[in-house]
């Protein structure tokens, strides 16, 4: 009885993302910079995840509801303030802030100090809308809020 040779076989592992502190595609919104750390690609369009530095006195979007998402938002340093519906909640570093699909909410940054966020997509649809955003601005059309609604409509978002 002879014995076949055995052979290394290697496992076959789904591809790792490394997104190192200077990498990822940045999208500029006025006084928000945003850094997209996963656009999807490498997670089966399950999950997005960016970093967005909002500078001082930043107004966001109008509030708004997601139909297909929900959005996660780490405050990791400064205060950002989310109204949810007529109420507001001023998160500070540490912070984690949940909005599940339906829930009306808008974020800003009302103070003199900048303010860092990781925000998440789950599933990764809405950072579509962020790079629509960009194209607005580089189109040389302001920023209206007609144009975010517009966009918003595009990804199972509505004005609330």
């Not at 990498?23 to 999807?40: A, K, P, Q, S, Y």
């Not at 144009?147 to 609330?160: L, Q």
């Amino acid at each position: 009885m002879s014995e076949e040779p055995r052979t290394s076989e290697q496992q076959a592992y789904p591809a790792v993302s490394v997104v190192g502190p200077g990498d990822g595609e940045v999208i500029v919104l006025g006084t928000t910079r945003m850094r997209v750390l996963e656009d999807g690609s490498h997670t089966g369009h399950r999950l997005a995840i960016a970093e967005s530095v909002l500078a001082p006195h930043t107004q966001g979007p109008p509030q708004h509801r997601h139909g297909r998402h929900d959005e996660g938002f780490y405050v990791l340093s400064g205060t950002v303030r989310f109204t949810v519906g007529d109420q507001d909640h001023d998160a500070t570093a540490g912070t984690l802030v949940m909005i599940p699909p339906g829930t009306p909410h808008t974020f800003a940054n009302p103070t003199d100090q900048p303010a860092v966020m990781l925000s998440t997509f789950t599933p990764d649809l809405y950072v579509q809308y962020f790079r629509d955003l960009q194209e607005v601005l580089a189109g040389g059309r302001p920023l209206t809020r007609e144009a975010n609604v517009d966009a918003m409509s595009r990804y199972a978002t509505d004005p609330a």
